[in-house]
């Protein structure tokens, strides 16, 4: 399975097109995909208004793609209130799963409500865990997964108070090997690129991908580097590691839940 993950310079204007942006970054790669291989897209990308022009958009590029797409998230209007949610699609252009923001971050949470649909999904045979920016830094929505995730994608839309960009993606980076250690899974973000500005706030970039199989320190965490960068799961060695791991009186594997 391969793992495509971006990092575009969007726009945070209603008037942009940052869908547009996304299809013409990804183009290249259609044809070259397999039908479970996934791309994953950030956080709020979409600021479209319009709840079907998302999901279209998402379907479609999926479509054009060949592959399963993580739709990263739009602000949904649910009535009185939003949330902040996104689908997933597989090649056929099939919207097949929905997930939502659980903990909104700082200023967020007075334009979207707290969600409560966690985005648990089987792709390939292997268990996908969403979890949308601010959710990843809360442990206990890990635990709270019926099954335990092989791989767990974060679409962000990362900012920091910072004069840079080097705090934000320290923290990121190593909350990711961290949360790939120790729960013995992959770990994908997909970000904004860094800009200098982002509803107030600077973008940090911080995506990249988390690896525990690894023995290079260096190659632990291995950031995207620019809009887009592909990256292999093997998950042979991935269940090598947890096995050592469960061995070694290390890792604790979820039991399944009702």
């Known amino acids: 399975m391969k793992l495509v993950l971006v990092q575009p310079r969007l726009a945070f204007d209603v008037k942009s097109d940052n869908p547009g942006l996304i299809d013409r970054l990804l183009e290249p790669l259609a044809g070259t995909l397999e039908p479970d291989d996934i791309v994953l897209l950030p956080e709020h990308y979409d600021l479209r208004p319009s709840r079907s022009d998302y999901e279209a958009s998402v379907s479609a590029l999926a479509r054009r793609l060949g592959c399963h797409v993580v739709g990263g998230s739009h602000h949904e209007d649910r009535g009185d209130h939003k949330l902040n949610a996104g689908v997933v699609a597989d090649g056929g252009g099939r919207l097949i799963a929905a997930y939502e923001k659980v903990r909104p971050y700082a200023e967020e949470r007075s334009r979207v409500s707290a969600g409560s649909q966690r985005g648990e999904i089987s792709i390939g045979g292997s268990r996908v865990l969403v979890l949308v920016c601010a959710d990843f830094w809360f442990s206990d929505l890990f635990q ?115």
């Not at 997964?145 to 092989?150: G, I, K, Q, V, W």
Request: no cysteine; charged share 20%; aromatic share 14%.
């Open 144 to 258: 709270r997964t019926a099954l335990l995730p092989d791989l767990v994608l974060v679409p962000a839309h990362s900012v920091t108070r910072k004069p840079t960009p080097d705090y934000s993606r320290s923290l990121w980076k190593h909350l990711a090997i961290a949360r790939a250690y120790e729960f013995g899974v992959y770990v994908g973000i997909s970000d904004w690129q860094h800009t200098p500005v982002s509803f107030g706030l600077p973008a940090s970039g911080v995506g990249g991908f988390a690896d525990p199989t690894q023995l290079e320190p260096e190659a632990f965490f291995q950031p995207i580097g620019g809009a887009l960068r592909s990256y292999e799961l093997d998950f042979a060695a991935l269940e090598a590691f947890r096995s050592d791991r469960l061995k070694r009186g290390f890792f604790w594997r979820s039991p399944p839940r009702g």
